[in-house]
């Protein structure tokens, strides 16, 4: 027989508590442990009036930007849709049933004004790094560095090409950041190439095709992480160029150094990272072992000798060619009286054309006329010990847990959405990124110090 549902008189009085209906082992209970936005109103106290009527409070936007990054809800508007209709996310921004949220415009308002301003969302990246420490998840030993392309909110079709530049008209938040980061090495002053296209309406992304697909307007997100649990240890936001991840590699490990005191003993890197002069920064000016492959580009095509062939003695600053000749920088001691630094960083080591022109082995070392020069790195010093240690066992784990970042690259892209950038501008781009590896870190402390294990107070 069909039942009938049976219509009763509503009660006058309900009795609701969010906290019985967000379940023990949701995702926002177990990050809310490690939230602590307390020091918030103090930090922003200074960019505030003194009068006016009240503002929307700092501590519930960045609550909401934790879930909407967290979950990967990538919109705004959407995102004060999910919370005004969502049980946890209210649970989480402690807004109870009748709580109102905010206008989506609001963040924007106080994205370009205070957060921004008072560096806010750094602030609160770190707090995360700080809590990893406390809970013992940074071993501060082995760090690794990588940087990921992220597609710029910009197309093709809004592009004029690079000799041209932008036009008059171009007038918007994008480019007064733009004019701002021209001298920055970490945009502007990466490198003197001009882009093939420049955005008009982001013209600080970069146009690249380094995917191998097809090309597109870019950041770069440049991660430092700790190498025991792949905790985020900084994060920085660059143009798509090698020389800008590089400088970026460096500001992070020195920002991480002062505001943490944490000096790693060894950085995993890729070739890209393994140029002379970055080699030489890491080992004489930092203390760190670099295990990375060396940029090198002295390989040959043509099947003649290669740099490699050549061996090196320290003592008497002299190459020996496999014919077992000597190159040397100056044949005459008044000139190496005289010798400077180069200007270009580079040594040259020259046989004599009367000894190339005897030797039996001349077709394989050298085609042309002249006798066989050698050219070494003033930084060579760095170069040769990190080729030492790339035959240690210690250098295969950093290659093996170097993957690591790559797999937090990943996790950014493919769970929490970011394979695309929203807000526009080197500041746009450096607010998100920040904000995503927020987000991670939470989750790395959600996922390894579950719900049963006590969190250390902050």
């Known amino acids: 027989m069909m039942g009938e549902r049976t219509v009763m008189q509503e009660p006058l009085f309900y009795e609701f508590s969010l906290e019985r209906h967000v379940p023990a082992d949701h995702l926002l209970r177990r990050i809310d442990r490690f939230v602590d ?234 070739s890209a990272y393994g140029s002379a002069d970055n080699l030489a920064w890491l080992v004489h000016e930092r203390g760190i072992e670099p295990h990375i492959p060396v940029f090198d580009k002295s390989g040959r095509e043509n099947g003649t000798f290669e740099r490699s062939d050549f061996r090196y003695n320290h003592k008497r600053d002299v190459y020996i060619c496999p014919g077992g000749k000597e190159l040397r920088q100056y044949w005459q001691e008044g000139r190496a009286a005289k010798a400077r630094p180069p200007i270009d960083g580079l040594y040259r080591y020259r046989a004599r054309k009367l000894e190339c022109d005897s030797c039996s082995l001349r077709a394989q070392c050298r085609p042309g006329e002249q006798g066989r020069k050698v050219l070494r790195s003033i930084h060579e010093g760095a170069r040769d010990l990190a080729r030492e240690l790339s035959g240690t066992d210690a250098y295969v784990t950093s290659r093996r847990e170097r993957k690591k970042v790559e797999m937090l690259f990943a996790h950014l892209k493919r769970i929490l959405k970011m394979d695309r950038l929203r807000l526009r501008g080197p500041n746009g781009a450096k607010d998100e990124f920040l904000l995503a590896a927020t987000a991670q870190n939470l989750r790395k402390l959600a996922m390894l110090l579950p719900a049963g294990v006590p969190a250390t107070a902050g």
């Open 37 to 270: 936005l307390t020091s918030i109103r103090e930090h922003l106290r200074p960019f505030y009036s003194d009068t006016g009527r009240p503002s929307i409070d700092p501590e519930l936007m960045i609550r909401m930007l934790l879930i909407g990054y967290c979950l990967g809800i990538r919109s705004e508007r959407r995102l004060c849709d999910e919370v005004h209709l969502n049980l946890a996310y209210r649970w989480f921004c402690r807004l109870g049933l009748d709580g109102a949220v905010p206008d989506h415009s609001t963040f924007s308002k106080n994205r370009h004004g205070r957060f921004r301003d008072s560096d806010l969302l750094r602030r609160l990246f770190e707090t995360t790094v700080e809590r990893c420490l406390v809970e013992g998840l940074v071993g501060g030993e082995g760090f690794a560095v990588d940087a990921s392309l992220i597609k710029a909110d910009a197309n093709r079709q809004r592009s004029v090409p690079g000799n041209e530049g932008l036009p008059a008209e171009a007038v918007s938040h994008a480019v007064r950041e733009y004019l701002t980061v021209l001298d920055d090495a970490a945009f502007g002053a990466s490198t003197p190439v001009v882009p093939k296209f420049i955005s008009v309406a982001d013209p600080a992304s970069r146009w690249t095709g380094a995917n191998g697909g097809l090309a597109f307007f870019a950041y770069s997100t440049n991660y430092l992480i700790d190498l025991k649990h792949a905790v985020i240890m900084d994060v920085e936001a660059t143009t798509s160029i090698r020389q800008a991840e590089v400088t970026a590699q460096r500001r992070m490990i020195e920002r991480t150094q002062e505001r943490f005191g944490v000096w790693p003993q060894r950085l995993a890197a890729d």
